[in-house]
């Protein structure tokens, strides 16, 4: 199936870090939040990846064309005909990386309808581009089909301030903006979506987690899956420091490689 990431944010909360670069390239250990991401999806058998561009995308662009540069040691000759001599390999070989400039401003919805032409499939799963988890790939897209819904999304307990969802037998009934402090599920990104969410699609302005995924609550075609394992975005300096220490200290639990 194919990924689609949400890369273009500006990351405003995070601008020590992002005043340069994306956030999804803000690093963990020597990596970008975003090739964890995908490392996570590719264990799972997921490898062919839409990444929806927008603030500072050149940054994106620039490591994956020079992609076995970056993650490589190497030596190089300073002649004019001097060969590289690459001293190690990565897993990465059959990866797929398609990388679409969905604009610099565009909200989350209409950066997913704007690279739907390039998804041919009827099933697709999305995420967002700065949080990691241990989440179960073949297990969220067992339990969509199961529900017969026109998207999934991962239900996860982080705490109170991001958009809170009402859950009844699996299917959501309720999607909240940012209550205050819950236990709660909330919305943990990675979704499993049919392509017929497109309709619901209005444009550029439109926000995924508004308008078109309130429909479908209502609708009765919005499940969830609940994660109750790791989860963790990186929204501040505080997370960003989390996360690497996490990593560098070997108890990363995203880390499913």
């Known amino acids: 199936m194919k990924v689609v990431i949400l890369c273009g944010g500006l990351g405003t909360r995070l601008r020590e870090e992002t ?40 940054v994106i662009k620039d490591f994956f064309r020079n992609y076995h540069w970056h993650t490589s040691d190497v030596t190089i000759g300073l002649g004019q005909a001097s060969p590289v001599q690459w001293h190690n390999s990565h897993d990465e070989n059959d990866w797929k990386v398609t990388m679409i400039d969905t ?9 997913l309808k704007r690279v739907l032409p390039f998804i041919d499939e009827e099933e697709f799963l999305l995420t967002y581009g700065d949080g990691v988890a241990d989440v179960n790939i073949a297990e969220v897209i067992a339990f969509h089909r199961s529900k017969e819904a026109t998207v999934t ?19 959501v009934t309720s999607f909240l903006e940012k209550p205050d402090d819950s236990p709660s599920y909330v919305n943990g990104g990675f979704f499993v979506m ?20 309130e429909t479908l609550s209502k609708a009765g075609q919005l499940a969830a899956y609940q ?11 505080r997370e960003m420091t989390l996360l690497n220490e996490l990593w560098n200290g070997g108890k990363a639990p995203w880390k499913t490689w």
């Open 227 to 237: 994660h109750d394992g790791f989860w963790q975005c990186m929204d501040n300096i």
């Open 103 to 111: 604009g610099e401003k565009t909200l989350t919805g209409g950066r």
């Open 19 to 58: 005043e340069y670069r994306p956030k999804p390239m803000v690093p963990i250990g020597n990596r970008p939040i975003l090739w964890h991401i995908m490392k996570h999806y590719a264990v799972h058998g997921h490898k062919d990846f839409i990444l929806c561009l927008g603030y500072k995308g050149e």
């Open 194 to 213: 049919k392509k017929s969410v497109g309709e619901l699609l209005s444009g550029d302005e439109c926000i995924l987690e508004r308008s078109p995924l």
């Open 153 to 171: 999304l991962t239900g996860v307990r982080p705490g109170g301030r991001f958009g809170e969802i009402g859950l009844e037998n699996g299917m």
